[in-house]
């Protein structure tokens, strides 16, 4: 069975500074999705960014960018000019490719990430 | 687009009650899912359906839950009898099989607390 670990349980940054959340993960398949997901407050899962994992091009959106390293099942995101709004829970997940059928996502636990003013 | 649709929103209920937790999925997707999020366990996956179908339902904890999909659009989640250790977040998130990174998309999800 897959499983995602986020070792950073707490994180804060500084308003406009640069942070990274750290995931990995442990599989045995060759093909793959992972996804970053914030959750503010309001409890809503919103959809960061997402990786193929056949895909050796790291993904970004905007000021959200992804290291993703394969071999070693590492995926972490980078959140460049960091601002208020985006204080949230950070959940890594995993899903596997279903070959044409909707799989699972699994999660992992989550990091806290707090943006100082 | 209205997005995923969860009722109730919030459910306060007795030990030893029955509770239907609704969802309405995004009009087109044909794969639906249930997760419940807690303190302990995170997020985890209940069950999830294709095409109306149930397709892994592992994750269900014990006989106490059933979840049914009549049709495309609609969903329940009931819990028989309820107890306290069931209180948490549950979410509904429905997807197209086939479309790109298969994405997932979340309701607000309900808020259950069972005293």
């Known amino acids: 069975a897959q499983t995602v670990t986020q070792s950073q349980p707490e994180m804060s940054v500084q308003e406009a500074e640069t942070v990274t959340l750290s995931c990995t993960y442990d599989?045995?398949?060759?093909?793959?999705?992972l996804f970053w997901y914030k959750q503010p407050p309001s409890r809503q899962m919103i959809l960061v960014i997402r990786q193929e994992a056949y895909k050796q091009q790291n993904a970004t959106e905007n000021r959200f960018s992804v290291n993703f390293q394969k071999a070693a099942k590492s995926f972490s995101l980078k959140i460049s000019d960091s601002q208020l709004g985006d204080t949230a829970m950070y959940f890594c997940a995993f899903m596997s490719d279903g070959e044409g059928g909707s799989e699972k996502l699994v999660f992992g636990k989550g990091t806290k990430l707090t943006v100082n003013p | 687009d209205a997005g995923v649709i969860q009722s109730p929103r919030h459910e306060v209920t007795e030990m030893g009650q029955e509770v239907t937790l609704r969802c309405k999925p995004i009009?087109?997707?044909?794969?639906l899912f249930w997760y419940r999020q807690t303190m302990m366990r995170g997020l985890e996956l209940l069950i999830y359906f294709n095409n109306n179908v149930p397709i892994d339902d592992s994750g269900m904890p014990e006989d106490r839950f059933s979840a049914k999909m009549p049709n495309a659009s609609f969903s329940t989640l009931k819990i028989q009898p309820s107890e306290p250790r069931d209180s948490a977040v549950y979410f509904c998130?429905?997807?197209?099989?086939?479309?790109?990174?298969?994405?997932?998309?979340f309701g607000p999800g309900t808020r259950l607390t069972v005293l």
């Open positions: 998130a429905s997807s197209l099989v086939g479309a790109v990174y298969n994405e997932q998309f």
């Open positions: 599989t045995s398949e060759s093909n793959y999705y």
């Open positions: 009009s087109g997707h044909n794969s």
